[in-house]
Structures are given as C-alpha cells and as structure tokens.
Nanobody, 125 residues
C-alpha cells in the first residue's frame, strides 16, 4: 500500500552535514507513520527517528540534537537533516512506513512493513 523512494546520501567529512529524503506514494487515507533506520555491516538495523500519524517525533539517543525530521503537510515527503556527522554514523540508511498511526516498539525494525531502497552515508576524513 505504500511505496517509498529515497534520495540523498553520499560521503562527508566528520562534522559535516547531509540531508536524506523519502518520497511516499500511499494508497491509503490513514495517517500512517514514517521513520528512518540505519544499518552498518554486522549490526542490527537501528531505528533513529520517526514521526507517527499524530505527528509526534521520536529520536534515538544516538542522534538526538544532531538529526532533525521534517514532514510536509501532505505527509508524503520525509526529510532527515543530519548535522555534526560522526564516523559512527556511516551506514545504509532506510526509510520505513507503517499503516499504524502509533507504532508499538517504534524503533524496532520488525514493526515496520514498508521499506525504501536504502542509501549509503559515509563519514570519513
């Protein structure tokens, strides 16, 4: 019911900034939830930021105060603005969506049914 297409990503030096975008095409009138996850080699997919159907924002401790979510009024575009990037932020970043307006265990990947194709973010000097 929800198709997600990501853009952005790339390489940046430590302390730099990048912006990721996720465009949703949803065949539902529900106020669904959207999120960003990331995964680096050998590690589980980690939820880092989300906005639920009520437009409530949740950030993981690892990115709070450095990453900011923006969603347009139509709820079709989700942007992740990343600042003060660190080498540990290097990962594949995935956009996700759920038909739930309020997702149980929202930072757990298993709770999300729809996924974007992923984009690479590399932070290195």
């Amino acid at each position: 019911l929800i198709d997600l297409v990501q853009s952005g990503g790339g390489s940046v030096q430590p302390g730099g900034s990048l912006t990721l975008s996720c465009q949703a095409s949803a065949r539902t009138r529900n106020h669904y939830s959207m999120a960003w996850f990331r995964q680096s080699p050998g590690r589980d997919r980690e939820g880092i930021a989300l906005i639920d159907g009520g437009r409530n924002l949740i950030y993981a401790d690892s990115v709070r105060d450095r990453f900011t979510l923006f969603q347009d009024n139509a709820r079709t575009n989700l942007t992740l603005q990343m600042t003060n990037l660190k080498p540990d932020d290097s990962a594949m970043y995935y956009c996700a969506a759920s038909l739930w307006s309020s997702v149980p265990n929202p930072l757990e990947a298993r709770e999300w049914a729809y996924w974007g194709q992923g984009v690479q973010v590399t932070v290195s000097s």
